[in-house]
């Protein structure tokens, strides 16, 4: 895991690759329950100055309520 990044500058065949954290059923529920919050929660700003992510391990995901760039 810790040399993922040299995929980059790898052949084109390893480029493409696609690395993402196995999951279990009820991980994977609890992230789109909090993937869905986070999209109503942006629904609901009015502002339009801050965007809301999903971030962390899987079993302890967090909403994240950042500034947008300009």
Known sequence: MESLFQLKQSELKFRQTVIAHDMTKAEREDCREKVAEARAMASDDTS???IFRVRGPPGDMKILK????N
């Open 48 to 50: 339009g100055e801050f």
């Open 66 to 69: 950042l500034r947008k760039r």
